[in-house]
């Protein structure tokens, strides 16, 4: 399973696209399987810097969860954020 979030950071051009993406990784550790389900975990502290809007564009903050195999059960990924979110004051 692949889990990941990603955000938007301007690249100086003042254009909302994909060249302003930035994809965090979050490296899973198998712990065991438990009454017959397989279950990871991951503790990943990052400072995280994200532009709600570029240019004339509104972005947030994203989450992705990816199997690439076969599942015979249900599979489930979950994130938790924890800290605050700050305005930045506008460069001069």
Excluded: C, W
């Excluded at 994809?23 to 899973?28: G, P």
């Excluded at 399987?33 to 990943?44: D, L």
């Excluded at 004339?56 to 690439?68: C, D, M, N």
């Amino acid at each position: 399973m692949e889990l990941k979030f990603y955000t938007y950071f301007d690249n100086g051009d003042g254009v909302g696209d994909l060249s302003d993406i930035t994809f965090h990784r979050i490296v899973l550790s198998d712990q065991g399987t438990f009454q017959g389900t397989a279950v990871s975990t991951a503790n990943h502290q990052v400072l995280v810097f994200a532009d709600e809007l570029i240019g004339t564009s509104h972005f947030q903050i994203g989450i992705e969860v990816r199997l690439t195999g076969l599942a015979t059960q249900v599979a489930q990924g979950q994130i938790t954020f924890s800290g605050y979110i700050e305005d930045l004051p506008v460069a001069p």
